[in-house]
């Protein structure tokens, strides 16, 4: 199979229900990757809470570089960019008192609500905020290129200072390892996600086969500068997921999930040229919305991503996986069932159906499937022109549905 031709994403989707097909399937829609002033972003954390929850997500992490927003003295300066979008007047508009801020002869500044004064302000039943950082890394080859290494952690509760290392597995490495330290001692379910591993093409495939402890990748991230379809030097991070949980099986790892988030930076303008809101999510099969949970259906492998389309069911049991989508009109749909077999060395596809529902049986020497959904509509707001809606299950290893 070309990888760099055939841009392929293995749907295994792992329903932890799956032995309850008639039991009604409840998604909730999340983003897992998100910027505000605390970093980089250009927009207080409550406005952009807000287009979220006015949007129809159910969950939200703002995962800002190398903060937890935790410090209750954290004045920004307002500057020319914010006078230009009107960012304050905007903040001011939507909340009111509720704002805080001072002026000198310096200028003006206005106080950044930590994590816990705008959870507690903007939570409300059918919608959570978790905490997230960003801990960004990097790594300096011998021909002095700066290879970026940024790592998300969903539900961290301490702050991961960013590592130094002897090469990019190394920096990864030691950042797993301190989630996972964390988590034994707190005791508090969180997870760790490689984030757009083409930026800068500064993760490979072989750093990724190599890494011990990783469960979640982006096979997508709508920020315009990630590189998510490679080019003629690099494979596409969907042919790099399908190489990684090869090598993860032969290897008797866990399989890596593939995730798709926004990679939110920009709320003023939309443009293809901008990191923009609505791009990329996450559907979690569960009826629960609490934190422990969505992370206990992640790491189970029970949602899919997308981009934009909506699935309406999707369903395993030990003969076979099937799926239904949530059809736009005048919109044509492609299902494509893709597999790793027995004696093979790569994935394939193993099936094609056009229209909005499909199904493919187990063969004897499958050993996962994952499905990949493709239409002809147009995303709204797309990081390129003509990029159209996808969506991406998780792989599912046959033989597991068997025991």
């Known amino acids: 199979m070309n990888y760099t031709k055939i841009k392929t994403v293995v749907v295994l989707f792992f329903l932890i229900s799956c032995n309850s097909l008639e039991e009604a399937q409840v998604w909730q829609k999340g983003n897992l990757h998100t910027h505000s002033l605390w970093s980089d972003g250009d927009d207080f954390p409550e406005m952009i809470i807000q287009w979220y929850k006015d949007n129809d997500y159910q969950f939200l992490a703002l995962s800002d570089h190398n903060t937890i927003s935790k410090d209750k003295n954290r004045w920004y300066k307002i500057g020319e960019r914010e006078i ?40 409300e039943e059918g919608f959570i905020i978790i905490r997230s950082e960003e801990v960004t890394s990097s790594f300096e080859d011998t021909f002095k290129r700066n ?165 309406k069911s999707l369903e395993s049991d030990n003969k076979g996986v099937s799926i239904e989508i949530s059809p736009e009109p005048n919109v044509e749909y492609g299902i494509h069932f893709i597999g790793y077999k027995k004696d093979d060395d790569n994935t394939k596809l193993l099936k094609s159906v056009e229209g909005t529902k499909a199904k493919y049986v187990f063969e004897e020497d499958d050993i996962f499937v994952r499905v990949k959904i493709v239409s002809t509509a147009l995303m709204p707001n797309p990081y390129t022109d003509g990029e159209t809606k996808k969506a991406w299950t998780q792989p599912l290893i046959v033989n597991q549905l068997f025991d």
């Open 84 to 123: 230009n979008n009107n960012t304050l007047e905007k903040y001011k508009d939507r909340f009111g008192d509720w704002v805080e801020e001072k002026t000198d002869d310096e200028g003006t500044y206005v106080r950044l609500k930590p994590y816990e004064e705008y959870k507690n302000k903007l939570e």
């Open 147 to 311: 290879k970026p290494v940024h790592i998300n952690v969903t539900n961290i509760q301490e702050k991961i200072e960013p590592f130094k290392g002897e090469s990019v597995l190394d920096v990864m490495q030691q950042t797993l390892d301190a989630v996972h330290e964390q988590r034994k001692r707190t005791n508090e379910p969180m997870f760790a996600h490689i984030n757009h591993p083409n930026f800068g093409y500064g993760i490979s495939t072989d750093d990724l086969k190599k890494l011990n402890g990783e469960r979640f990748f982006e096979v997508y991230n709508g920020h315009p500068a990630v590189n998510n379809e490679g080019n003629e030097y690099h494979l596409d991070t969907e042919s790099m997921w399908d190489l990684i949980n090869v090598h993860y099986y032969n290897n008797n790892k866990p399989l890596l999930f593939g995730i798709a988030t926004d990679d939110s930076h920009n709320y003023h303008q939309q443009s293809t040229s901008l990191s923009n809101t609505g791009r990329g999510w996450v559907m979690v099969n569960t009826k629960s919305l609490e934190t422990n949970n969505i992370i206990t259906q992640m790491e189970a492998g029970n949602f899919y991503s997308s981009s934009g389309i909506y699935l």
